[in-house]
């Protein structure tokens, strides 16, 4: 079945540097979404990308999909305390929308 | 407006029982989403349900079942419950089968001791 995979598991970084996560189908997908959980609270819903070799950003976060729509990264520029949590991928290959493990980023100031 | 509701929010069963979870979807949305969140291990997709019908399931053993009912709501059945079955369950909805954004619940923590 439908697989995706992301790494890395875990990344610390001092406030200010720049953090990335990495997203892979085993499929290709019709979209792929990115969400967030800060420790002890659910998933919040951050961006949907659709087209192939899209780009979206929102203030420090940039989100890629990959031209053959089997990947997808979140990048962060400049990251704060503020986003510590874990970031999920979320890809939809025709069935079921099928969440990465996470990357789970801590912060330190 | 409600966003999704799930009770209980915590739920202390042991080996051998059977727990009952229960989802209330935004109103106007079909479609419900239930997956697993044990620790370390992500978000484990386990059901899926639209328009009161089960559209995929996931890869986990018959004992987890469950339906959506004509209001849209849901409820997850664990049946012969194992300690590995220890986790949050988190219900999400959203507006339609080809699915937008996830909306989702606070979750509900099961513990089998």
């Known amino acids: 079945g439908q697989q995706v995979m992301q790494i890395p598991q875990y990344q610390h970084v001092q406030e200010g540097e720049d953090f990335t996560t990495y997203c892979n189908s085993s499929t290709t997908l019709s979209n792929i979404q990115w969400y967030k959980q800060r420790p002890g609270g659910h998933p919040v819903f951050l961006i949907q990308?659709?087209?192939?070799?899209e780009v979206k950003k929102q203030k420090r976060l940039t989100f890629q999909f990959g031209e053959a729509k089997k990947n997808s990264s979140l990048h962060i520029t400049a990251t704060q305390t503020t986003d510590v949590g874990t970031y999920f991928c979320?890809?939809?290959?025709?069935?079921?929308?099928?969440f990465g493990k996470g990357t789970t980023l801590s912060v330190s100031s | 407006e409600a966003g999704v509701t799930q009770s209980p929010t915590h739920l202390i069963k042991t080996r051998g029982q059977q727990a009952t979870l229960r989802c209330s979807p935004i109103?106007?949305?079909?479609?419900v989403y239930w997956y697993q969140q044990a620790l370390g291990l992500g978000l484990q997709f386990l059901l899926w349900?639209?328009?009161?019908?089960?559209?995929n399931r996931g890869n986990f053993p018959p004992r987890f079942s469950g339906r959506q009912f004509p209001n849209y709501s849901s409820e997850l059945n664990v049946n012969a419950l194992e300690l590995e079955d220890s986790a949050l369950y988190l219900c999400?909805?959203?507006?339609?089968?080809?699915?937008?954004?996830?909306?989702f619940g606070e979750g509900s923590r099961l513990t089998v001791l």
């Open positions: 999400a909805s959203t507006g339609g089968s080809n699915t937008g954004e996830l909306f």
């Open positions: 979320a890809g939809q290959g025709g069935t079921a929308l099928i």
């Open positions: 349900y639209d328009e009161g019908e089960e559209r």
């Open positions: 990308l659709v087209k192939s070799g």
């Open positions: 109103s106007g949305h079909t479609s």
